[in-house]
């Protein structure tokens, strides 16, 4: 159904049905519309293209004006409505970008929507022509300079701190030692320079990380079996994993095919996964690492049944020292992160509040591998 039946005038469906035309357009980049200026706009024509974008079809915005606006993310919906209500009748463009939901309702899009009046003889809006453009891509670019700008500057800020935070915390110590010598049989005053002491390492260990954080470590990318990274990961973390009992299941193939990786440095990326997935489920509960190969690509998944993540702070848990946990120095997902995208790969998360959380990882294959994969 490519045109809204009574729609439009003679000439322009015409045009509209054209089997040229509607090719042109169902191939186009973006998503073209004509609408009519009112409230809600009523769309006139969308090419066919948007279902691939969106989920939806042309018959779907044809039957109910509302579909352009339920498709809208809801933080977004108030700001696009106010934008689009303001604009509709001027004679003059208007663009607004924002997010938008796919129909399956998981995947979201950043959309740039551009629109152009269309007047008649006494300048009046009898029509909007229009374009909307997938920037998602954009947007990841976009996202990645903030994320390499943060780096540095957490590089500088990090040699700051080693000189001007260190040096003071040496000397504390060695006065916390003198102190407990002068008060060896007071428990009370023993109690609080133990509480010290635990602060001092404390503020020790978030310097170490920071340090460890702004140093750009070369990678060391050799042909690896992710099924032994994992172990590694595994053993490394047993301990901690059983103190909070958790139950860990690895379900990483080892005849899964190599990747083109530095197993030290992605074994330290599970690590702090499975470290802060335990966090997450302080009263015990299942952890679980799979992997499989989609060539050209690895793609692998760390799930937990935790306390989830609340919307609000999902898209921050990468920023360097964002934490959702009392104790945590914010500095292990952010690495994560930063490991990965060295490896030209990338991590996601997605949570449900109350339910738990999932980490999604992809990496790229051995290229040997992943081009006898493609042939």
């Known amino acids: 159904m490519p045109l809204r039946k009574g729609a439009v005038d003679s000439e322009l469906a015409i045009l509209v049905e054209h089997p040229s035309f509607r090719s042109l357009m169902d191939n186009l980049p973006c998503v073209a519309y004509i609408a009519r200026p009112s409230w809600p706009p009523i769309i006139e024509y969308i090419s066919g293209n948007v279902e691939r974008l969106i989920g939806y079809t042309p018959a779907d915005f044809y039957a109910d004006p509302n579909v352009a606006f339920d498709l809208i993310h809801p933080e977004d919906r108030e700001r696009f409505l106010e934008t689009v209500r303001d604009a509709m009748n001027r004679a003059e463009p208007y663009h607004v970008e924002y997010r938008a939901v796919h129909r399956n309702g998981r995947d979201v899009y950043h959309a740039a929507a551009l629109s152009l009046p269309v007047l008649d003889a006494a300048g009046q809006v009898v029509r909007r022509h229009g374009i909307i453009v997938d920037i998602t891509d954009q947007k990841r670019l976009e996202q990645e300079l903030l994320q390499s700008q943060r ?212 990496l790229p294959l051995e290229p040997g591998h992943a081009a006898r994969a493609a042939r």
């Not at 133990?194 to 750009?216: G, P, Q, W, Y």
């Not at 990961?233 to 899964?256: E, F, I, N, S, W």
């Open 151 to 362: 780096l540095a500057a957490i590089g500088e800020m990090a040699a700051m701190m080693a000189h001007e935070i260190r040096n003071p915390l040496a000397g504390i110590s060695l006065a916390l030692r003198a102190l407990r010598d002068m008060v060896p049989s007071d428990p009370e005053a023993a109690e609080c320079l133990e509480d010290m002491e635990s602060c001092l390492v404390r503020i020790n260990d978030t310097v170490s990380r920071a340090l460890d954080f702004a140093k750009v470590r070369p990678l060391d990318v050799r042909p690896c079996q992710l099924a032994e990274v994992v172990a590694g990961a595994a053993r490394l973390t047993a301990a901690y994993v059983a103190r909070h009992g958790v139950r860990l299941k690895v379900r990483v193939p080892a005849d899964l095919p190599p990747l083109a990786a530095d197993p030290a440095q992605l074994e330290q990326v599970f690590v702090n996964l499975i470290l802060n997935a335990c966090k997450a489920m302080p009263e015990g509960g299942r952890l679980t690492v799979r992997a499989w190969a989609e060539p050209p690509r690895m793609l692998a998944e760390v799930s937990d049944t935790g306390v989830g993540i609340p919307p609000e702070q999902l898209s921050r848990v990468f920023e360097p020292f964002y934490s959702g946990f009392r104790d945590g120095s914010g500095l292990g997902l952010p690495l994560c992160h930063r490991i990965l995208a060295a490896h030209n790969g990338a991590i996601q998360a997605e949570s449900t509040p109350g339910k738990g959380t999932t980490f999604h990882i992809e």
